[in-house]
């Protein structure tokens, strides 16, 4: 696949984030019942573990069938991956320590097919064969670091071992040198696009199941629907800082330009986007149970927190895209921490409308058309 291809997400891509569906709701279930600081690191660590085993078959599909290949082997791959990542899901809440064997295996048994298949569709080209064998070293620290976390009894030690085990995984791509990989930039646009929208989709699952465990009162009723017009300000903040300015960088640049830019744009950018919308999806499912007092600090913070580190994450990426700097947006993520640090004072029905107006401060009037993506008009 060349640079600058238009290959087309494939239907077993699509299938396969249905599991990423379930693992979201899993993530957002355990810290919401820790409702703790642990709690919510435990959730977003395991957040950063299957957010790199995605890019990996992301990455593999991206690059497409090298002609050498009579048949696309990627399909059953990506089938036995989706059961390895089920298991995975099921045993997030019993993550990391000496009692996380399954957890930690099972991602060890995903990993490897990962690598296997990144390299196996790499192997034909030199340059790309290279930088996947500099690459799987680092990358392979971090699901052997689970798997000796899972051995391990001393919690201290446990730590240090994991965040080794995700440093070595966050600078493998940097690392391996990786100018020379093929990117299809409009596989690439539309994969992480769907994937956000994913990722908003469970935060609406989590809205309501907030709401179904409270009494259907009107102030409840006003709660869900001044949070759905929260995630519906989210997204189309990503539309315009990022999927269109996306969009418009890839049709610009080529070699290492765009490997530099998908590389902070999509693979970690959109990491710190994931993580801001579980966090306010963390807050709004246990807002739900009680609007009229403030939440535990933790999850009181996690709303602002969240919707903070979303918007953040999109300016930085508008920035990296080489769009004009949006005053408002800058504004909008100031208000946030603000909110963030005086929010536990705050009752949660009023926090949620002050969150929704920061939110609100920065939205690009441009967002209010109903332009479709070049990479969705098939037929240009």
């Known amino acids: 696949m060349s640079e600058g291809g ?8 699509l299938f396969f984030d249905l599991v990423y569906v379930f693992t979201l709701i899993q993530i957002t279930r355990t810290m919401v019942e820790a409702g703790t600081l642990n709690g919510i690191i435990h959730g977003l660590v395991v957040l950063v573990l299957v957010w790199w085993v995605w890019v990996a078959f ?27 990542l089920l298991l995975v899901a099921l045993s997030i809440p019993q993550a990391f320590w000496d009692n996380s064997k399954l957890f930690a295996f099972s991602y060890l048994a995903l990993a490897a097919l990962a690598l296997g298949g990144q390299y196996a569709v790499a192997r034909f080209d030199p340059p790309m064969r290279q930088a996947t064998l500099r690459l799987i070293p680092f990358a392979a620290m971090l699901p052997i670091a689970l798997v000796i ?24 791509p940097v690392l391996s040198g990786s100018r ?15 994937f956000m929208l994913i990722t908003m989709g469970e935060t609406i699952i989590s ?58 744009g999509y693979t970690y950018l959109h990491l710190a986007m994931v993580a801001g919308l579980l ?55 100031v208000v946030l921490a603000i909110l963030t640090v005086v929010g536990p004072r705050i009752p949660t029905i009023s926090l949620i409308i002050l969150v929704v107006i920061a939110a609100a401060i920065g939205v690009d009037p441009r967002s209010l058309g109903g332009r479709i993506p070049r990479y969705l008009s098939r037929d240009t």
């Open 180 to 194: 020379e990989w093929k990117i299809s930039t409009g596989h690439l646009a539309e994969r992480y696009s769907l």
């Open 279 to 333: 966090l306010a999806a963390v807050a709004l499912k246990a807002a739900m149970k009680d609007l009229t007092t403030p939440l535990d600090d933790i999850l009181e913070a996690c709303l602002a927190a969240g919707v903070g580190l979303f918007l953040l994450a999109t300016m930085l990426f508008s920035a990296l895209a080489k769009e004009p700097w949006r005053r408002l947006s800058l504004l909008a993520v």
């Open 58 to 84: 992301t990455s593999m599909a991206n690059v497409g069938m090298p002609s050498q290949y009579s048949r696309d082997w990627r399909q059953p791959l990506f089938a036995v991956a989706m059961a390895l």
């Open 207 to 264: 809205l309501g199941e907030g709401a179904t465990k409270a009494p259907m009162t009107p102030l409840l009723i006003a709660a869900v629907l001044i949070s759905f017009v929260l995630i519906v300000i989210l997204l189309r903040h990503y539309y315009t800082e990022v999927l269109d300015a996306g969009e418009r960088r890839l049709q610009e640049i080529s070699g290492a330009s765009l490997v530099r830019f998908a590389r902070y």
């Open 149 to 172: 976390t899972s051995f391990i009894s001393s919690e201290i030690v446990s730590v240090v071992v994991i965040v080794i085990g995700i440093a070595c995984a966050a600078a493998a």
């Open 6 to 13: 238009g290959a087309k997400v494939q239907y077993f891509e």
